[in-house]
């Protein structure tokens, strides 16, 4: 399926300069990333009901959600609404990824944490990496379940990016540089 972006991030105002940061670096790696307070999120936005275009993104747009949970992100409604629609579409598939900030958890009725795999971590730097690795490797993995034989390394490119940051992450294959 083609989506229209590589990955959704959901959030709460008061967490928004941190998740700028985090789509500032997914950007710098070629990823189409949904921010709604970035110019084009705010063009999709404009004139039109947030909730629909929420639906529409969450659900069916993006490939993978990141939820940044924290204490005011469950007291959101809107925040709240995004990930109940990113799990009805996704389910426990992994393309809905938590990302705790400061070890508040989604509740209980819509994280079963036996089936969905979340991590916890505050730095921009680390969270996009996390996150662009996921999505390389689920695509790499992909590819080679579909008899693809087009070989894309699903490490993060550091040539050129802007992220000035190397990051080490331990896969099932071995580390990977970052």
């Known amino acids: 399926m083609d989506y229209k972006y590589d990955i959704a991030l959901s959030f709460a105002t ?5 998740v700028e940061k985090v789509n500032h670096y997914l950007r710098a790696e070629n990823l189409n990333v949904f921010f709604a307070p970035s110019q084009e999120g705010q063009k999709v936005l404009s004139g039109k009901n947030q909730r629909e275009v929420f639906y529409s993104i ?3 747009e993006a490939e993978y959600v990141a939820l940044f949970v924290s204490q005011n992100y ?6 709240m609404e995004e990930a109940g629609i990113a799990f009805a579409k996704h389910g426990a598939d992994g393309h809905v990824i938590p990302v705790y900030l400061d070890g508040t958890g989604l509740p209980k009725d819509m994280l079963d944490p036996q089936s ?4 916890e971590a505050s730095d921009p730097a680390v969270i996009a990496s996390h996150l662009a690795a996921k999505i390389a490797m689920d695509r790499k993995e992909r590819k080679k379940l579909s008899g693809s034989h087009n070989r894309t390394d699903g490490i993060m490119n550091i040539n050129g990016n802007t992220a000035n940051k190397q990051i080490f992450i331990q896969t099932m294959e071995g580390s990977i540089e970052l």
């Open 58 to 60: 969450f659900g069916l």
């Open 74 to 79: 469950i007291m959101r409604q809107v925040p």
């Open 14 to 18: 008061e967490d928004q300069k941190l």
């Open 116 to 119: 969905t795999n979340y991590f």
